[in-house]
């Protein structure tokens, strides 16, 4: 599969690398809630200019396997280490970091409101492309709603907590939805297509049917388990993802709840998750 290939491209600021040109590598965790990801980088040998010149907030871009993004975000933390005759430059980077950490509302929305319209405007102003927008729950507020604070605060309160939906910023989109929807559907993980062989329990998982109600409660507890995987370096997987997974030992649908990707030019290329039955 073509994204079993070890090519990536890493940009800092205006300045874009591929692994022909740079050797860096790489860690992006992550999971299906509105904490943001951060990623780990390190760049080898960057000139003293390019080292010089990172800034924090630049903008960090990092595209796995023929222009697949699987992180977009801003730096926030950088260090310099020497050793011998090499540098090694670590940087972490953080997904919407300025608008997370600095954006400020204060808004009173009239009486009878919708949350579908209180967020439409609060989101305008957040300034994140908006990747999926659909709500759980549409809630009403008869006595309309004074927002103040941090927006972060406010979108969490009235997406998460008011209309009990998912919000999720993924490679530089917000995703609201369902909770029991995933982002993107359909995907087959199978070792035609990059799973890699698991240690774990070799017993099946039995995904639950309408035939299935009188089950115990310890029954479906322990179905309900997440299970841990690993494929080759694949883009195309992220939080919330509904997948398919077929091998000897476990088949089913799943929903991805958190995950890693790592790449370097010769250690791990490779895709980890956690996933729950769908």
């Known amino acids: 599969m073509e994204f079993w290939i070890r090519t990536a491209t890493l940009q800092i600021g205006a300045k874009k690398y591929s692994l022909d040109d740079l050797t860096f590598d790489f860690e992006v965790p992550f999971e299906d809630s509105e904490e943001l990801a951060t990623a780990t980088i390190n760049a080898y040998n960057l000139s ?50 300025d608008e997370w950490l600095t954006a400020q509302i204060n808004k009173t929305y009239q009486k009878g409101i919708k949350a579908k ?14 990747g999926t927008f659909d709500l759980a729950i549409d809630k009403e507020y008869p006595r309309g709603k004074v927002c103040k604070g941090k927006l972060k605060d406010v979108l969490t309160e009235i997406v998460v907590s008011d209309c009990k939906s998912r919000f999720l910023i993924r490679c530089g989109k917000i995703i609201i939805n369902n909770p ?19 240690d774990e329990e070799r017993e099946e998982i039995h995904i639950e049917t309408g035939l299935d109600t009188k089950k115990s409660t310890d029954t479906k507890n322990e179905e309900a388990a997440t299970k841990k995987r690993s494929s080759l370096l694949n883009y195309h997987l992220g939080p919330a993802d509904l997948i398919k ?3 000897s030992d476990l088949n089913g649908r799943f929903m991805i709840v958190r995950g890693t990707h790592r790449g370097s030019q010769s250690g791990d290329w490779k895709t980890e998750i956690e996933v729950k039955p769908a």
């Open 245 to 247: 997974i077929q091998s």
């Open 180 to 198: 029991a929807d995933g982002v993107n559907k359909g995907y087959l993980l199978s070792p035609s297509t990059g799973l890699l062989r698991s």
């Open 117 to 130: 319209a209180m967020l439409q405007d609060l989101l305008n102003i957040f300034g994140i492309e908006i």
């Open 48 to 97: 003293a200019a390019t080292r010089n010149g990172i800034r924090k907030g630049d903008p960090v871009i990092i595209n796995a396997g023929y222009e697949g993004v699987i992180f977009v975000g801003q730096v926030s933390g950088l260090s310099h280490k020497r050793s011998t005759t090499d540098w090694c430059t670590k940087i972490t980077a953080t997904e919407a970091l």
